[in-house]
């Protein structure tokens, strides 16, 4: 019969929530993969309840190969030419986390954007939820991780500490025990996308950048697959990043030292110099010259190699080379 509507979108249309094909929004989910030939099917698994569930919207899902040496990418390829959702970036080589997620940010077209780590410890289950928030208005859409007993006891301790530490000294604050996982409107991401450096700590950029927030809670779980890409090492100069991206705290800090130092050597000063006038001169004193020679020595070090931190970064950053590149684009958008 022509002019006949599906009885589907008859239904919509009656409940008022039907919107025509132009008007479907699209939601971008931007995963990162480096080695996780294991997590691949697990990953697109867990996925496809999300599509059905949310069936009101469009997906795409841009998973970045961050020079995987396993068969992370032939997997994802293979998954792209069964879902046309899926679009993969190969990079050229491993670039890290950060810049693999800022590849998949720049292709990302959706009307949202939505990063999530590929081993699952960011439950897809919670994705229908901040899609809610964000229909009701919010901007950035956060998950908070409410327990992290899936991390051993030293990273949560020392992520804790670092948090603290950062949040007194730099101006903005990384809300606590949140991650990259956060649901971000297409006004948020082009406010990201403005943002030119190098280094990027994307925790930092994602609060530098602000917007009207909602938070959510989910239990973290422990990886589906495969083993952490995050040596102790790694972490220490991810933190050391984090902080020196934000904050200039550790600069000033030795000039306050330097400061006191001074202070206290100018009074020790006049102290030794009445007590020679008064009681003459006195030979002893090897040990305590030693001392202070070996502490000033050894806190000059210190500030120097705080410097050093700073100029490296200002070094690659004037370098102004591409954050990564890319070998091949798979799937339908290419
Ligand atoms: N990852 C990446 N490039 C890297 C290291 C990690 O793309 O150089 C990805 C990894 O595949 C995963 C996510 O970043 O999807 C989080 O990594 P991981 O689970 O190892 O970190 P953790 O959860 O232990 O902090
Ligand atoms: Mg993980």
Redesign the pocket.
Known sequence: MPGAVPLAVEQQRRKGIYVTPEQRKKISIV??????GE?VDYFYKALCPVFSQVSEMDFEVVC?D???CDDTLKKLISIAERDPRFYIIELSR????E???TAGIDAATGDSVIP????L?DPPELIPQMINEWSKGAEVVLARRSDRSS?SYL?RKTAETFYRFHNRFSSIQIPDNV?DFRLMDRIVVDALKQLPEQHRFMKGLFAWVGFKTVTLDYVRNT?VA?????SGWK?WNFALEGITSFSAAPLKFWSYVGGFGALATFIYAIIIISRTLIHGVDIPGYASLLVAVLFLGSLQLISVGMLGEYIGRIYMETKNRPLYLIRKRYGAKQ
């Not at 491993?94 to 986390?97: I, L, T």
């Not at 999530?116 to 081993?119: E, G, K, R």
């Not at 495969?226 to 995050?230: N, P, V, W």
């Open positions: 995963a990162p993969f480096y080695n996780e997590s970045i961050d020079g995987s491993n670039f890290g986390k810049a693999a997620l999530i780590d590929a081993d410890q991390d990273k991650g990886r495969g083993a952490t890409k995050f972490l």
